[in-house]
Nanobody
C-alpha cells in the first residue's frame, strides 16, 4: 500500500517561492510517471505538473508554465515542485500522485499553499 506525503507548503507573499516535496512509502516511485495536483476551495482537483519515471520529461499546466519546476530523486524516492513567482491564484492544497494511469493511489493529506496579495 502506497502512502504519499506532500510537505513544504506555507504562507507566502505574492512573488515569493516555495519548494514542495513528495515522499513515498510502501512502494518505489522510480517505475512511475508522477505528478503534482492541486485543489482550491470550491474547485475540483486539477493537474499542475508531471514528470516521467526517469525524470527526463515533464509537462506543466498552462497557468504554471515558466514559474514551476518539477523534479524527482528516485534514489530518495522523492519528488519536488519548485514554485516561483507565486500568485494568489496558486492558493490551494497541493497533492502528489502517479500521473497518466487509469487510477490514482490514495491521495494523502496534501500540503496547503497560501499566497497573499
Amino acid at each position: 500500500q502506497v502512502q504519499l506525503a506532500a510537505s513544504g507548503g506555507g504562507l507566502v507573499q505574492a512573488g515569493g517561492s516555495l519548494r514542495l516535496s513528495c515522499a513515498a512509502s510502501g512502494r518505489t516511485l522510480r517505475s512511475y510517471d508522477m505528478g503534482w495536483f492541486r485543489q482550491a476551495p470550491g474547485k475540483e482537483r486539477e493537474f499542475v505538473a508531471g514528470i516521467g519515471w526517469g525524470g527526463g520529461s515533464s509537462t506543466y499546466a498552462d497557468p504554471v508554465k515558466g514559474r514551476f519546476t518539477i523534479s524527482r530523486d528516485n534514489a530518495k524516492n522523492t519528488m519536488y515542485l519548485q514554485m516561483n513567482s507565486l500568485k494568489p491564484e496558486d492558493t490551494a492544497v497541493y497533492y502528489c500522485n502517479r500521473q497518466g494511469y487509469s487510477d490514482y493511489w490514495s491521495w494523502g493529506q496534501g500540503t496547503q499553499v497560501t499566497v497573499s496579495s
